[in-house]
């Protein structure tokens, strides 16, 4: 997040084109620095960033636009938040205002449990400044996917939608990680309903952003969720999704480069997005631990033993120490693989993860990745 040496890094390396992965850094502003210094870079600037920077922001527009969305309330006074919950009708969703890794955000089944999550984020800070606002809001029910598009503030082009598994365990239990795994495309969503998506979340949201003088250019990812209403928005994400990224590019035939570079000239309406026929999954391994503190140093064992084109291993939380790979993160490795039928691409990807494939101590992962896509159909048209 140090922008000023990153410019510096790019400057020095004669970088062409800067693509910024994480949130915070856009949050931070560093496209207007990039662009100020005539540096191509690829991602919205700080004030459009404020979609996935600040709750309160992004559901002021979604309430301003209709954009659909669940009912809320924001709070910056812990004992006004409280004196809600008291009176509130349970389950309710309480979130940080601000960025928090994905584990800002509890699903809260009885009062007990939210006055507790409320006093972490509001008096322990455990999210930091991060919790000095919050959004307290009504339980949604049905599928939950991930659409990203990309945009150049005008027009926009949609990726295959995918769905995330945000919780640590097995049958959606434990707790909000940062993405366990995701798979692509996803069977339950037909093109009626992707077209119903663009209509009423896309392209009002690209509309209403550049009204708010707030010209959105990068990456526009909503976590959706299919209600018995419609689909709505849970949250915006103003930058690639991680994990749903690494199967998208599984499954991607367009050359990525060559769409960022119609963004960045504005030309986006002459190109057309290609995708491979099939599926693509990626399963998540993470450190003994994680999301709480996580063991670190590890050796990863099996990484050769990978040797089929269809199957990629994305590193996250690793390094290499006296020639050997060793974990550094909470989320270490995806194991990402392609094929024609769902089944066959989460048997793929899961043949090699394990003491016969790809294993460290304390490793940690999800056995159900993609499962939830086989019960509506293993094809996708």
């Not at 502003?29 to 991602?43: C, L, M, N, P, T």
């Not at 004196?83 to 890794?101: C, E, F, M, N, R």
């Not at 992707?194 to 990456?219: D, H, N, R, S, V």
Request: hydrophobic share 35%.
């Amino acid at each position: 997040t140090n922008i000023q040496r990153l410019l510096k890094f790019a400057k020095g390396k004669k970088i062409d084109l800067t693509v910024v992965g994480p949130e915070t850094p856009l949050v931070l502003g560093i496209s207007d620095v990039f662009r100020k210094e005539k540096q191509k870079i690829f991602g919205p600037s700080r004030k459009a960033s404020q979609i996935e920077g600040s709750k309160t922001f992004s559901k002021q527009l979604m309430r301003k636009y209709k954009i659909p969305t669940a009912e809320y309330f924001s709070f910056n006074n812990f004992s006004e938040a409280n004196k809600y919950l008291q009176h509130a009708k349970y389950p309710q969703v309480i979130k940080a205002d601000g960025l928090s890794l994905g584990k800002g955000v509890a699903i809260c089944k009885n009062r007990k449990d939210a006055e507790k999550f409320l006093k972490q984020l509001m008096v322990d800070k455990i999210f930091g400044g991060s919790g000095e606002k919050i959004i307290i809001e009504e339980c949604l029910y049905g599928q939950e996917i991930s659409f990203m598009v990309i945009t150049d503030g005008k027009d926009f082009l949609s990726f295959l939608p995918s769905q995330d598994h945000k919780r640590l365990n097995e049958n959606n239990q434990g707790p909000n990680t940062g993405g366990m795994g995701a798979y692509t495309p996803v069977p339950f969503l037909d093109k009626k309903l992707i077209k119903q998506i663009e209509k009423e979340i896309i392209i009002p949201t690209i509309k209403a952003m550049a009204k708010e003088g707030c010209l959105y250019q990068g990456i526009l990812y909503p976590g959706l969720i299919l209600t018995k209403e419609g689909p709505k928005v849970l949250e915006y994400n103003c930058r690639f999704g991680d994990p749903e990224t690494q199967p998208l590019m599984m499954s991607l035939e367009s050359d990525l480069i060559e769409i960022i570079l119609a963004q960045q000239k504005g030309n986006l309406k002459n190109k057309k997005l290609i995708f491979k026929k099939g599926f693509s999954i990626g399963v998540v391994l993470a450190s003994a631990g994680y999301p709480e503190e996580y063991k670190k140093g590890d050796q990863i064992i099996g990484l050769g033993k990978v040797n089929d084109k269809d199957v990629q291993i994305f590193h996250a939380g690793t390094k290499e120490v006296d020639k050997k790979i060793i974990t550094n993160g909470g989320r270490v490795l995806s194991i990402t693989a392609k094929s024609i039928t769902l089944d066959e691409t989460i048997k793929k990807a899961y043949q090699y993860i394990g003491k016969k494939g790809v294993y460290f101590k304390g490793m940690q992962y999800r056995k159900d990745i993609g499962k939830n896509g086989l019960i509506f159909g293993d094809k996708y048209d």
